[in-house]
């Protein structure tokens, strides 16, 4: 069934095309295996990381995604080449990394732009870095990261909307996180590779990316101990070096992915995981119905059980239920049997989603920051909007099982976090595309006429 694209009226009066949106008709079953990109979480501070050094890098399994190509140019107006030879393959070269401060207009829509802090501070003994932007899912303060550079002897203020860090030297020291924040312990973990002496990071975040940012620095030759757990200890050392790296399997994407197989009631192959990474929403899974088996060392086969059964989340630093899959599960508790609270404690104002959800037909509430989810028989095609990444996620995924039609807008959201997903989920069966606007067809059309002559032009940027 043709639907019309959404419209707005413009100020003459008249009606103008504003968003590209994604049209989906639900109701189908997927089949297939699909594969997972590399996780935009752990590129995103990994290139930040190649900052530490003044060798080359070479990065492969970064995602094509809007956030890796807003890092890329974040980290071009510092000075340093990055470029892309191969699909999903990022070189970066910081020996000429010169300039100490970001410019707001490229750090402002990217949460993991505020990571170049630390590199640029233990390279060049400065760093000037307006505050960042991200998902607008919550306060997100960066006190963590400030206090923990002051341990490292970095003298840190905030004025103007501008974090300024200043150290001729740093020394290691002892920090105490007060939240196992990520962003915070890889800052700290970063800057402290190329300090004087020894760091000791408590209670420190224990996710995947943290670990794979460990790994990544310590292929650059830095001495690091105990990432993944809860006390992580570097030994400064005086220089690192170039390496090549392989980005972890994004755990997200995949936990995306198995959420679409459960509310489709279909048999879905995922892969590469990597189990350990995802054991939280593999148990929630479980515990819902659906049947999650591991096929080999890293491919996963979700396929439906009996019922889809409600059941009561709270999001938590790894190994607990990742925030970052919340949305996800709420579209598929929505048409679960039985009654569900979700308890988000992690981002303050992380459920936007519900009324797009209950657009669809769910029947949420939220209360006191819990989302009261009571599982409906079935949702109803509607037009929504996606307010943050995630989010346009579980739009995606209530789509898929909604009856009849659904557009969802807002999609720069979807773009900074989903490598193809609409390819993606078009090979697995389900109806769904991508509409552009006319004008936004006449200016892509321009865009690539424009590319096309200039010969040999370099995209410097993934996928
Ligand atoms: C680019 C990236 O990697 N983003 C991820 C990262 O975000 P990010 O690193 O921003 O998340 P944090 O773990 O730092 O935030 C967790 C909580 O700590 C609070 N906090 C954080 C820092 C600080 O200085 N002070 C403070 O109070 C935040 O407001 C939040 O309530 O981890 C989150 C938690 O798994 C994920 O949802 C994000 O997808
Ligand atoms: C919240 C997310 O990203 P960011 O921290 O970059 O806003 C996310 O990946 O879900």
New binding site residues.
């Given amino acids: 069934m043709a639907i019309d694209p959404p419209l707005t009226p413009s100020n003459s009066g008249q009606t103008k095309l504003v968003d590209p949106y994604l049209q989906i008709e639900g109701g189908y079953r997927l089949s297939g295996e699909v594969t997972i990109s590399g996780a935009?979480?752990?590129s995103?501070?990994l290139m930040a990381a190649a900052l530490l050094t003044m060798d080359g890098c070479r990065l492969h399994n970064v995602p094509g995604l809007a956030?890796i190509r807003m890092m890329s140019a974040i980290l071009e107006s510092l000075g340093v080449r990055v470029r892309s030879h191969a699909p999903n393959t990022l070189d970066i070269d910081a020996r000429f990394l010169s300039v100490h401060r970001a410019p707001y207009e490229l750090v402002n829509s990217?949460?993991?732009s505020?990571?170049i802090l630390g590199p640029i501070l233990a390279r060049l003994g400065m760093a000037r870095i307006p505050l960042?932007g991200?998902?607008a899912?919550?306060?997100?303060?960066?006190?963590?990261?400030?206090?923990g550079l002051q341990a490292l002897g970095a003298e840190v203020r905030i004025e103007h909307g501008i974090v300024e860090a200043r150290a001729r030297k740093l020394r290691g020291g002892r920090i105490h996180l007060?939240?196992?924040?990520?962003?915070?312990?890889?800052t700290i973990m970063m800057a402290a590779t190329l300090a004087e002496g020894e760091t000791v990071i408590e209670n420190a975040?224990q996710?995947p990316?943290v670990c794979d940012l460990a790994n990544f620095c310590r292929s650059l030759g830095a001495r690091i101990r105990g990432a993944g757990t809860k006390t992580i200890v570097v030994s400064g050392v005086p220089r690192l070096h170039g390496s090549e790296y392989h980005v972890i399997p994004d755990r997200?994407e995949i936990g995306t992915f198995m959420a679409a197989a459960a509310i489709t009631r279909s048999t879905l192959r995922i892969g590469p995981v990597v189990p350990e990474h995802i054991g939280a929403v593999v148990a929630k899974l479980r515990e819902m119905g659906s049947q999650v088996s591991l096929i080999g060392s890293d491919t996963l086969e979700v396929s439906p059980g009996r019922v889809m059964a409600a059941s009561d989340i709270e999001t938590l630093?790894?190994p607990g239920f990742?925030?970052?899959m919340q949305a996800q599960f709420m579209s598929v508790l929505a048409v679960s049997e039985g009654t569900s609270i979700i308890s988000e404690t992690?981002?303050?104002n992380?459920l936007m989603h519900v009324p797009e959800l209950n657009r669809l037909g769910a029947d949420i509430r939220v209360r006191s920051g819990h989302a009261i989810v009571r599982g409906v028989l079935k949702l109803s095609g509607a037009p929504v909007v996606a307010t943050d990444?995630?989010a346009s996620a579980a739009l995606v995924i209530a789509g898929l099982a909604a009856h009849g039609t659904t557009t969802i807008t807002g999609l720069h959201h979807l773009d900074r976090?989903y490598e193809n997903i609409e390819l993606k989920l078009q090979r697995l069966g389900a109806r769904i595309e991508r509409h552009l606007p006319v004008a936004q067809v006449n200016e892509v059309s321009d865009a690539v006429a424009a590319v096309a002559a200039v010969a040999g032009a370099d995209a410097g940027a993934a996928g």
Wanted: contains cysteine.
């Fill in positions: 935009k979480n752990s995103l501070a956030d990217l949460r993991a505020f990571f960042p991200g998902c899912i919550g306060a997100r303060p960066v006190d963590l990261h400030v206090r007060d939240y196992p924040s990520v962003g915070a312990t890889e975040a996710e990316e997200i630093p790894f990742p925030t970052d992690v981002f303050e992380r990444l995630r976090g």
